[in-house]
């Protein structure tokens, strides 16, 4: 097959003009398919997001057993469920978040990683399309929980400095992705939070200057909008969860009935297996101050 970098490297062999050449690579990358932007195989089919097959079938629903409010994996000795039918990492049972729930599709690693990335990073809106599917399946593993018979569905807002430099939102177009293909009475109101002051990146910080660099960062606009009514909050990554605590937290003093929090992807401590989670005996329990990593500033259960 005859691919455009050999025709690109025929046409500069030669003393052809710069905008021929260029003219000829731009007409055969829309004639020819290009290379998996993640596995860097050449691709068989010309589709509009640039990514193999089989690099997206190794992206998957999380594996095994996790915790039913912030959907951390959980070892088999946390896994049975409590009185109220929910089970609860480490953290979880002692201390109150302030959305009910957090659900992700898939760990943030892999293919799922890099497909986030290529939209977030590298501009390829079509990986939207690709994982608002996935994050209706967390739409829908939320629905039984509902109260209310229509729910807001809020994006996790960028600061208007970033949004302008990236173009796009990417919770707000993989929320508006997700909704295209579920049926349930959600409303999507992108306007409602609103990010008034830009933070740095969380990485490399401890839980304490997270929540100061959080601090004061969201703001809803309109209280009437969001008193007494639930509202699904939507962000593509869960790493630490401070993000969507603080945005939760926000919605809650404004006057939201509840918070549940949807994400494409969810950082997990705890490797799993195909056979679902185990502890191999090699595995000692994670220590504390590494589960204390995911507190947030929360009410300490009584
Ligand atoms: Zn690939
Ligand atoms: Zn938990």
């Not at 399946?137 to 807002?157: D, N, R």
């Not at 302008?164 to 049926?183: C, D, H, I, P, T």
């Not at 933070?199 to 606009?221: C, K, P, Y």
Request: proline share 5%; with cysteine; aromatic share 6%.
């Amino acid at each position: 097959m005859v691919g455009p970098r050999i025709v690109s490297e025929t046409y500069s062999s030669t003393l052809a003009p710069n905008w021929i050449r260029r003219t000829a690579e731009g007409l055969f990358s829309v004639l020819f398919p290009s290379d998996c932007r993640i596995c860097g195989l050449p691709l068989l089919n010309i589709s509009r997001l640039p990514v193999c097959p089989d690099c997206l079938a190794q992206i998957h629903p999380i594996r095994g057993k996790v915790c039913s409010i912030c959907g951390e994996r959980v070892l088999s000795v946390y896994a049975h469920t409590e009185d109220d039918g929910l089970r609860r990492c480490p953290v979880c049972r002692r201390v109150e978040r302030p959305f009910a729930r957090a659900i992700a599709y898939g760990s943030y690693d892999g293919s799922l990683r890099e497909l986030i990335h290529l939209l977030k990073y590298n501009g390829v809106r079509p990986a939207a399309d690709v994982l608002g599917r996935m994050l209706a399946q967390a739409f829908a593993a939320l629905e039984a929980s509902f109260e209310h018979t229509t729910v807001l569905v809020v994006p996790v807002p960028l600061y208007k400095g970033k949004r302008r430099q990236r173009g796009f939102n990417q919770a707000e177009l993989v929320a508006q992705a997700a909704l295209k293909r579920y049926s349930g009475h959600l409303q999507i109101a992108p306007g409602i939070l609103q990010r008034v002051r830009d933070t740095h990146s969380q990485i490399g910080l401890t839980s304490h200057q997270r929540r100061e660099n959080m601090r004061g960062a969201f703001a809803v606009g309109c209280a009437a909008e969001v008193t007494g009514r639930e509202v699904l909050l939507v962000d593509d990554v869960y790493t630490t969860g401070t993000t969507v605590a603080e945005c939760a937290r926000v919605l809650v003093r404004a006057g939201a009935a509840r918070v549940w929090v949807a994400t494409v992807a969810r950082t997990l401590k705890l490797a799993s297996n195909e056979q679902g989670f185990e502890t191999p005996e090699s595995q000692s329990l994670p220590q504390e101050d590494q589960l204390e990593e995911n507190l947030e500033p929360a009410v300490l259960r009584q």
